[in-house]
Each structure stands twice: as C-alpha cells, then as structure tokens.
C-alpha cells in the first residue's frame, strides 16, 4: 500500500492541530476540534475547507463540447461560458460512474471535477470515449488546490479579499479572478446548503490564500472545517455522496436524479454513452417505480447509519440507509434510505434496524434543510 | 488534556477511581473521547446489572460511529450518570469529572490496569 497523498495544506492543517483520515488515498482533516461546532459555523457564519484532493480533469479542443456530451449524460455544450453545472458519467448500462460538476471556462474548455474516489475511473473514460473527437483530455489533479468558503459570511469575507464581481457571479457560474494576490478560479459552488464559494488555485498559492482568507474571517467567526462536518451539512442539504447515494449498481433514474439526464440534447444525433439503457431505465421508473430515496428523521437518539435495514410496522425489510448522521442543525438523528415506493410518502412512519432494536422514524421530504434566501 | 495521577486506566481507554467503600467511578479517557469526536448518545448498564472485567456493557454514539464500552472491572452497578445520558457532549467536555459514566460495587481487585503515566505513555504522550 502507498502512503497517503498530502496537499498543499498539509502542513497548515497539522499546525491546526486536525485529527487527519484516510480518505479515497489522501491524508485529510476530519475535524479540527469540534466536529458540531465546525457545522454550526458554516450554517451561522462561515468555515473554510480544504478540498484539494477532488479531482479536476481539463477538457479543451473545437470538440471539447460535443466529447462531454457523448461522454456524460448532461447537455454540456448548451452550457454558457463561465457557468457549472451538476452531472453524470454513466456507463454502458446506465450505471453511475461518478456525479460531476463541469465548469465552462472558456468557448473550448471545459474542467470536469471529480469524486478524489472516482478521478481516475472518470480520467480513463473520458480520454477512451474522446477518440474520434477533436478534443484533449488532461489530468490536472495535481494542477489546481481548492479551498472552499462556505457559510453565510463567505460573502463578505470574499469581498475583503478580492475586486471580482461577486454580486454579479450566480450561483453554479465562475469567474477569473485574483484572490488575496493571486491567479485562481473564483466559483459560486459548494456542498453544504449554503451561499458560498470554492478556489481553484495553483497548489503553490494555497497556503497563502489559506492564511489570507483565514485573516479576513476572523472578526466574522470563520473556522477551519473538516470533512466531518462537510458530511453532516450535505447530508442536512439532501445531496447525492457517491459511494453512498450513487454507484454503480444505480442509474440516474434509480437514485431520482432522472433530470440530469438530457435525452434532448442534439449533439452527436443525440447519441452519448449509456443512452439506450437508461431510455430502458427511465420508461421502468414510470412503470415500476424503484425505490425511493427518503428522507428519515428519528425521534430516538440512536443514528440510523449506513446499511441499516429500513422495516416496515411487522419489520419485514423495506429498504435501506444509505447515510445517517446527527443532525447538528435538527438537534435530532437523520438519515437518507432508499425505501419502497408503498412507504416513501412524506408524513408516515416506518422503523430502523439499529443494531436490533427496531427504531421509529419519520419520512420527510428532501433536503432536511435549506436556507432561506 | 492529562491524565489524572490519582485514577487508574484500562488499555480499552476507560478509567476508575480507587474504591470508596468498595465502590469505584468509572468512565472513558480525554483520549477516548477526543477519538470518538462529538458523542450523542450514551447507553449505559443499569443499576443491578453485573458488569465483566473487559466485557462490552453499554455503547457510545459519536456523530461518525458506534463504539462498544467496556467495563475496567467485575461488580454491581449500583448508580449511573442520568446527566450523561441527557446530556452525551459532558463525556467530551469533562471526561474525567461531570462526565462520568457508571459506579460499580467491585467484586475483587481490578487486574491489569495502568498508572497515568503508563496510560500516557501507552496513547502517545
């Protein structure tokens, strides 16, 4: 086994005193103290993330456009210049090989980011499937650190710290922009349910904006946060984590996110990878609903987590957890659970396998949380 | 934050006070607590129960996991920490004073524990 794989914040967050993970091959901070505490800032004030370890991948060429849109199931051509979007890579069988978010950075250039799990599956299949296209692939996983300010503050805490646009870039856009100094990718994006932003940067430039981003938020409550906490708030927020929500064994359609899929787009005759068997998956969803993902709110104080069976009132399986955590927001465990359609309706009451003792549990409606704007 | 010089530790990482009329405090290390990040929710044996020398009696809930509590020594529980269980975060804020865990009649000399300074030593200083 290879030893873990450091960013450029490595040292920082050591200094920090951060209780570090192993996560999809990278040396990570989980928490720096508290790991609630860490939530409650990015929902009250603002938090500051390393997320260097996700993957971005450069597409660019006169067909980088109609490559993405044979390669992933979104209309990524039909995307403006400096905006993002959320999509997918499907394989043959429609089953997801990872969720994206593609950023158009310019006419003929796309970046794709990746799941740090899944850059390298997403790598080989966009660089097999650009053949035939006048278009080129590049890994830039080590190009680009990213840091991300997230939280109701990161706002102003940006504003401090730049002259970019920041009121006139929308959320899911980008800008060119210089930071604290320095040359980076400013883009209205995140995973936590809130305003916020996310810098691309060279690796080299990471510790400074670090510092200087840390420096202007701390008359506003910034804290450095960890990926414990990014959990808990996507979680809160309702989004898809692959490995959990998504994978393979899934399509788009199984896992309720069917209107990713652009079956209208043009490009390519309206071929891409995957096409014909999620047309198949998505004619069986409206026939045969899968199951549903749902959200689950427990009155108890025991966590419904990962693989818990959902049962039903006699405890006869009727589905299964696929994340759960206690919500710091709610004050209460939640849990996300792909459960039979009969039992996904909002309002009824269904139980949790925790550990063996069966656990009463709300279905709610997604996200568990939103913020009022 | 140190280990007190006046408790005794098991490598499980709970620690126990010398028996009071027989009847010792137990609960779980700074260390422990630290590792298992925020905890929300605390089962404990009951009043009654007969607990084992590093047998599992009970569960600690922190927001990533689930980890088994054991018990350093034999004996009858005769109280439990209800502030605990209301209140889970005191086991993290004040593991070896208000978050304390259980109180157990000992049945005999508890064996195989650690000083604080071994404890300390045995979790890195």
New interface residues.
Partial sequence: MSSPRLTALDALHRALGATMTDFAGWDMPLRYGSEREEHLAVRTKAGLFDLSHMGEITVSGPQAGELLDHALVGFISALGVLRARYTMICAEDGGILDDLIVYRTAEDEYMVVANASNAQVVLDALTARAEGFDAVVRDDRDAYALIAVQGPEANGILASVTDADLPGLKYYALLPATVAGKQVWLARTGYTGEDGFEIFSAPADAEHLWNALTEAGQGVGLVPCGLSCRDTLRLEAGMPLYGHELNTELTPFDAGLGRVVRFDKTTNGGAFVGRKALEQAAAEAETNPPRVLVGLVSEGRRVPRAEYAVVDAEGAPIGRITSGAPSPTLGRPIAIAYVDAAHATPGGTVAVDVRGKHEPVQVVALPFYKRAR | MSNPQHLQFSKEHEWLTAAEGGVSTIGITAHAA?AL??I??VQLPEVGDTVTAGETCGEL?S??S?SDLYSPATGEVVEVNQAVIDE?ALV?SAPFEGGWLFKVRLDGEPADLLSADEYTALTGG
């Fill in positions: 630290d990040g925020d929300v929710y809930e927001t990533k689930v889970p993290n």
